[in-house]
Nanobody, 125 residues
């Protein structure tokens, strides 16, 4: 069992920044691939960013490339998403998730077994 807890969401104006954090309870956190996903009301959940277990490879949705940065601190069992130049279309519930597969599609939410409770991000124009 892996417990994930997100924090850092809130309301900001367009062009602003937020940093989301996700802390995992499991001691083997460093063995998991991690990802950030988001879901707006009435829309399907989509992948935002992902990072492999060692932290040396990252993946981003085209809509956030150049604006968002995913990182991890394995010593602290923590995942981060730095969000800059936020746009109203970034408004959604953001979730962190954990995956243990060595061969997978990084931004496919169906391939992640463990999920946090979500943190709301609202961007006003």
């Amino acid at each position: 069992q892996v417990q994930l807890v997100e924090s850092g969401g809130g309301s900001v104006q367009a062009g602003g920044s937020l940093r989301l954090s996700c802390t995992a309870s499991v001691s083997t956190y460093s063995t998991y691939n991690m990802g950030w996903f988001r879901q707006a009301p009435g829309k399907e959940r989509e992948g935002v960013a992902a990072i492999i277990r060692g932290g040396n490879s990252t993946f981003y949705a085209d809509s956030v490339k150049g604006r968002f940065t995913i990182s991890r601190n394995n010593a602290k069992n923590t995942l981060y998403l730095q969000m800059n130049s936020l746009k109203p279309e970034d408004t959604a519930m953001y979730y962190c998730a954990a995956n243990s597969r060595s061969r997978y599609i990084p931004l496919d939410p169906r391939q992640y077994a463990y999920w946090g409770q979500g943190t709301q991000v609202t961007v006003s124009s």
